[in-house]
Nanobody, 125 residues
């Protein structure tokens, strides 16, 4: 089992940058695939980015490709989401999620077993 806690959210102007962090508990972090999702008010939770357990493979939603970068440091039990060129439509609560195995695809929220509480990102125009 693993627990994840997000941090790094806040208020930023359009065009700015933020880096989110997701710290995981436990000694087996390197065996978990990690994902970032976001949920805007009144909308469903959507996939943003994912990284496999050893950090070799990354996956992105089209809406953030080229602007966001996911990475991980298994020695620090942490996964990051670097967000550049932020837009007002990026405003949402951002969630980190973890899973030991992926069956149908990294972008499916039901693949992930462990979720954080979320961190708010607000992008002003």
């Amino acid at each position: 089992q693993v627990q994840v806690v997000e941090s790094g959210g806040g208020l930023v102007q359009a065009g700015g940058s933020l880096r989110l962090s997701c710290a995981a508990s436990g000694r087996t972090f390197s065996s978990y695939h990690m994902g970032w999702f976001r949920q805007a008010p009144g909308k469903e939770r959507n996939f943003i980015a994912a990284i496999n357990s050893n950090g070799i493979s990354t996956y992105y939603a089209d809406s953030v490709k080229g602007r966001f970068t996911i990475s991980r440091d298994n020695a620090k039990n942490t996964v990051y989401l670097q967000m550049n060129s932020l837009k007002p439509e990026d405003t949402a609560v951002y969630y980190c999620a973890a899973t030991r195995s992926i069956t149908y695809g990294y972008g499916r929220s039901h693949e992930y077993d462990y979720w954080g509480q979320g961190t708010q990102v607000t992008v002003s125009s």
